[in-house]
């Protein structure tokens, strides 16, 4: 009859001969990856308005072409920016005192990303975890 330490023997050797077995074949598979070029980035374009403060989000609107996303982060309004693809906000050229489209009943405790979907849905997600305060 086996000792209830046996099973610790066994798994150190399986995990041993696993890592014999994947040892003889880690030189036979091979691939070389091509050369890439490195490009570097250049700004698209500048949000200059002065309610999108701390942006931590950036989606393509799944319904409207040339329309665009954006949130603010943590501890702001639960509110949403439509822009353009130059970095100009979207809004009535009645409205005055424009500062986003609100959202009624939502509350922005640390927003971190926006998608949007084709049929006009956008999904937020408030998955901030700064300084690990959340459970």
Avoid: Q
Wanted: aromatic share 14%.
């Amino acid at each position: 009859m086996a000792k209830k330490e046996d099973w610790k023997i066994v798994a150190f050797l399986c995990l041993m001969l696993f890592l014999l077995d994947s040892s003889i074949f880690a030189g036979v598979i091979r691939y070389k990856l091509p050369k890439v070029e490195t490009k570097v980035l250049e700004p698209f374009a500048k949000i200059d308005f002065k309610p999108i403060n701390e942006g931590s989000a950036f989606a393509r609107s799944g319904m409207w072409k040339n329309v665009f996303w954006t949130l603010n982060d943590s501890g702001g309004e639960a509110v949403l920016f439509p822009l353009n693809s130059s970095g100009k906000i979207i809004k009535p050229s009645w409205y005055k005192k424009y500062k986003g489209i609100k959202i009624l009943g939502a509350f922005n405790v640390d927003w971190e990303a926006v998608c949007a979907d084709g049929k006009g849905h956008l999904i937020i997600s408030d998955a901030g975890n700064n300084n690990n305060y959340r459970r």
